[in-house]
Nanobody, 118 residues
Framework: QVQLVESGGALVQPGGSLRLSCAAS????????MSWHRQAPGKQREFVAA???????NYADSGKGRFTISRDNAKNTVYLQMNSLKPEDTAVYYC????????????WGQGTQVTVSS
């Protein structure tokens, strides 16, 4: 059973920084890609950032220049460094990993709350 466990969410003031972690129960190279998504109250879940097995990264416009996705292969962990946080970044942040066997399958973590408020 593949598990993804997020951590690092917190209450932070506008302009502050946070680093979210997503620890996988197996090698992150098992995943064709890993990504971060977020869901604010009353809104649909949206894409934030992704990193492929090959290391290519991609970001939503909302996070470009402020967010950085990275990974530590030895720790089977993917990170999301978030700087210059804004109140509109408030959401539950989810980690997703995609494994392809006979077909693509998405694995999701349970989420971690990020609140940006003064």
């Amino acid at each position: 059973q593949v598990q993804l466990v997020e951590s690092g969410g917190a209450l932070v003031q506008p302009g502050g920084s946070l680093r979210l972690s997503c620890a996988a129960s197996k090698s992150i190279f098992s995943f064709i890609a890993m990504s971060w998504h977020r869901q604010a109250p009353g809104k649909q879940r949206e894409f934030v950032a992704a990193i492929t097995r090959g290391g290519t990264t991609n970001y939503a416009d909302s996070g470009k220049g402020r967010f950085t996705i990275s990974r530590d292969n030895a720790k089977n962990t993917v990170y999301l460094q978030m700087n210059s946080l804004k109140p509109e970044d408030t959401a539950v942040y989810y980690c997703k990993g995609v494994i392809i066997s006979t077909a693509p399958y998405d694995y999701w973590g349970q989420g971690t709350q990020v609140t940006v408020s003064s």
